[in-house]
């Protein structure tokens, strides 16, 4: 009595060098703007690049994008299609804008049928954004992403580093590689995250500010390139 | 789920399985489908033809299929699965990720589209039959 689908979802990542996944313990901090300004960013130095919206409840990534009607070619299993240069996977190529609500078996299922059924091929790297917080979506990406790598985004606010911080030892415990955390949506440059961070021995990767181009960005990625939000995160893709 | 994933994956299973069991022949696979699924037959037979390896050469391959159930968590109905009156996209999306079934069905009596896949969700590997080589 085994479930098939876990064994090809190795095989999956096979080719695939790096998968770094976007995440937070609070919810509304930037980390679909952050992982689409990544793997654009990725794509433009020239690598080859994927990007998986693994958050069902709030699927962003084809707003900032810009997608729609997008659909999965069929061959051997699922082939993502491209978007703006990056193999793209959402679960809104089947839901479009429909409501999806899933119990958290459901999640852990479909997560697992769309890791089985998505040939991403080769790639330099692939970047997850994920939904906000601890639940089943983390751990499942934890446990069947071999050799996922975390980058986790915070606001500026101690309520938000008080969730980042349970996510970031949870992280430690299970002994997954955190990349560095990243503090979103600065308003005034102050020391309070960047020392928690480094107290718990992490890297602190980037204080990015809030930009009110951002908004008026949304579905563009050329001007999405011009803002100071993406420069700014241009270079921390730069040193990844 | 996508056919030539799933054989994949129980080829990748029953791989494992024999060889940490010593078996040197799989004589019988059987994999259970649930409805939701609506794998095609044929094609996963194509598709076991084709991505078999030698261990799996004289193997037969199984497939049981059972029917989807669902049960509202608003009302407590039951009630089974139709493809009937769906479009093709919506039939494909159930199919490749069975859990769009929540996004596109909705309880028959109230409306609900909180509901539990009962039975006939998914896949899973039942038996390996095979020879052990020498020990
Ligand atoms: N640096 C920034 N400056 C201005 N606005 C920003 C910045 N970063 C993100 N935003 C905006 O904040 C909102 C939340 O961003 P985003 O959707 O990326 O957060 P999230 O963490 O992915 O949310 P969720 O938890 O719902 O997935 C969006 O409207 C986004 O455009
Ligand atoms: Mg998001
Ligand atoms: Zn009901």
Same mark, same amino acid.
Not at chain 1, 96 to 102: A, G, K, Q, R, Y
Not at chain 1, 103 to 117: C, F, M, P, Q
Not at chain 1, 153 to 167: G, I, M, N
Not at chain 1, 207 to 217: G, L, M, Q, T, W
């Given at each position: 009595m085994s479930d098939p689908r876990i064994a090809i979802i190795e095989k999956r990542f096979q080719k695939v060098r790096r998968v770094i996944a976007v995440s937070?313990?609070?919810?509304?901090?930037g980390k679909s703007m952050i992982a689409t300004a990544l793997a654009l960013s990725l794509k433009d130095r020239g690598h080859s690049v994927g990007l998986l919206d693994l958050d069902f409840t709030s699927p962003a990534t084809h707003v900032i994008l810009g997608v729609e009607g997008l659909y999965p070619e069929e061959e051997y299993g699922i082939v993502p299609p491209m978007a703006h240069g990056l193999r793209y996977m959402s679960i809104t190529h089947y839901s479009v804008d429909e409501p999806t609500p899933l119990r958290g078996e459901d999640v852990s299922n479909a997560i697992i049928e769309l890791l089985a059924i998505t040939r991403w091929g080769e790639l330099d790297c692939l970047v997850v954004d994920m939904p906000p917080g601890i639940g089943d979506a983390t751990l499942d990406t934890i446990r069947l992403i071999p050799s996922i790598e975390f980058i986790v985004a915070t606001t500026p606010s101690r309520v938000a580093f008080q969730s980042v911080r349970r996510l970031l030892v949870l992280l430690k415990d299970l002994r997954v590689p955190i990349i560095g955390v990243c503090e979103n949506m600065v308003m005034n440059p102050g020391g309070y995250v960047r020392e928690e961070v480094e107290r718990l021995g992490l890297e602190y990767l980037a204080s990015v500010a809030y930009d009110e181009e951002v908004e008026e960005a949304l579905g563009d990625p050329e001007a999405l390139r011009k803002t100071r939000f993406y420069k700014e995160l241009d270079e921390v893709s730069r040193r990844l | 789920m996508h056919e030539w994933a799933l054989v994949e994956g129980v080829i990748a299973t029953a791989a494992r399985f024999a060889e940490e069991n010593g078996i040197t022949e799989v004589t019988e696979v059987v994999v259970v489908v649930g !409805?939701?699924?609506?794998?095609e037959h044929e094609v996963l037979e194509f598709a076991f033809e084709n991505l078999k390896t030698p261990l799996f050469k004289n193997a037969r391959f199984v497939l049981e299929s059972q029917p989807a159930r669902f049960k509202c968590r608003n009302c407590g109905n039951e009630w089974g699965f139709t493809?009937?009156?769906?479009?093709e996209d919506v039939s494909e999306a159930i199919h490749f990720v069975p859990e769009m079934a929540h996004v596109y069905i909705k309880c028959s !009596?109230?409306?609900?589209?909180?509901?539990?896949?009962?039975?006939?969700?998914g896949v899973w590997l039942a038996t390996i039959k095979g020879v052990k080589g020498d020990e």
């Amino acid at each position: 009595m085994s479930d098939p689908r876990i064994a090809i979802i190795e095989k999956r990542f096979q080719k695939v060098r790096r998968v770094i996944a976007v995440s937070s313990g609070k919810g509304g901090v930037g980390k679909s703007m952050i992982a689409t300004a990544l793997a654009l960013s990725l794509k433009d130095r020239g690598h080859s690049v994927g990007l998986l919206d693994l958050d069902f409840t709030s699927p962003a990534t084809h707003v900032i994008l810009g997608v729609e009607g997008l659909y999965p070619e069929e061959e051997y299993g699922i082939v993502p299609p491209m978007a703006h240069g990056l193999r793209y996977m959402s679960i809104t190529h089947y839901s479009v804008d429909e409501p999806t609500p899933l119990r958290g078996e459901d999640v852990s299922n479909a997560i697992i049928e769309l890791l089985a059924i998505t040939r991403w091929g080769e790639l330099d790297c692939l970047v997850v954004d994920m939904p906000p917080g601890i639940g089943d979506a983390t751990l499942d990406t934890i446990r069947l992403i071999p050799s996922i790598e975390f980058i986790v985004a915070t606001t500026p606010s101690r309520v938000a580093f008080q969730s980042v911080r349970r996510l970031l030892v949870l992280l430690k415990d299970l002994r997954v590689p955190i990349i560095g955390v990243c503090e979103n949506m600065v308003m005034n440059p102050g020391g309070y995250v960047r020392e928690e961070v480094e107290r718990l021995g992490l890297e602190y990767l980037a204080s990015v500010a809030y930009d009110e181009e951002v908004e008026e960005a949304l579905g563009d990625p050329e001007a999405l390139r011009k803002t100071r939000f993406y420069k700014e995160l241009d270079e921390v893709s730069r040193r990844l | 789920m996508h056919e030539w994933a799933l054989v994949e994956g129980v080829i990748a299973t029953a791989a494992r399985f024999a060889e940490e069991n010593g078996i040197t022949e799989v004589t019988e696979v059987v994999v259970v489908v649930g !409805e939701l699924q609506q794998v095609e037959h044929e094609v996963l037979e194509f598709a076991f033809e084709n991505l078999k390896t030698p261990l799996f050469k004289n193997a037969r391959f199984v497939l049981e299929s059972q029917p989807a159930r669902f049960k509202c968590r608003n009302c407590g109905n039951e009630w089974g699965f139709t493809s009937e009156g769906m479009t093709e996209d919506v039939s494909e999306a159930i199919h490749f990720v069975p859990e769009m079934a929540h996004v596109y069905i909705k309880c028959s !009596e109230c409306g609900s589209p909180d509901f539990e896949v009962a039975e006939g969700r998914g896949v899973w590997l039942a038996t390996i039959k095979g020879v052990k080589g020498d020990e």
